[in-house]
C-alpha cells in the first residue's frame, strides 16, 4: 500500500463515482475551456493581422508585406483547420456518451434479470 492510502498508489474510484463520469466531466469542462481560449486567440490575432492590413493598404503596400501577411493568414488557417478537429472530437465524445447512456441501460436492464441466490437456511 502506498502512502496515499490507495492500493497500488493509483486514484481511488470512490463507490459515489464508480463510472468516472466526475472526471469525464471535468475533462470535457476543460477541453471546453481550452477550445475557447483557442478560439479567443485567434480572434485577436486575427484583429490584429486585419488592423495590421487596412494600415498597409492606406500607406501603399509593398510586395513583401502582401507575402508576409499571406503567410500569416495561411498560419490562422491552419489553426482554424485545427479548431475544427477539435470540434470533430467534440462530435465523437457526443456519440461516445450516448452509447455509454445506451450501455448503461441496457447493464442495469440485464442486471435486474439476474436470478437471485437464496441463502440457506440455518440448520
Not at 470512490?14 to 477541453?31: A, Q, R, V
Not at 485577436?44 to 498597409?56: A, D, F, I, K, P
Not at 513583401?64 to 489553426?79: H, P, Q, S
Given at each position: ?70 503567410a500569416e ?24 456518451a ?26
Amino acid at each position: 500500500m502506498s502512502n496515499d492510502g490507495h492500493p497500488g498508489g493509483g486514484p481511488e474510484v470512490t463507490s459515489d463515482d464508480p463510472l468516472g463520469i466526475n472526471k469525464l466531466t471535468m475533462d470535457f469542462d476543460y477541453l471546453m475551456y481550452k477550445i475557447s481560449d483557442y478560439v479567443e486567440s485567434i480572434q485577436l490575432q486575427t484583429n490584429e493581422h486585419c488592423s495590421r492590413q487596412n494600415q498597409l493598404i492606406v500607406g501603399d503596400i509593398i510586395e513583401e508585406v502582401i507575402d508576409k501577411n499571406i503567410a500569416e493568414f495561411r498560419d490562422l488557417l491552419k489553426k482554424c483547420d485545427d479548431l475544427e478537429t477539435h470540434f470533430d472530437m467534440l462530435d465523437q465524445l457526443a456519440v461516445i456518451a450516448a452509447t455509454f447512456k445506451e450501455r448503461l441501460a441496457q447493464i442495469s436492464k440485464d442486471y435486474k434479470t439476474v436470478p437471485r441466490s437464496k441463502k440457506p437456511a440455518a440448520t
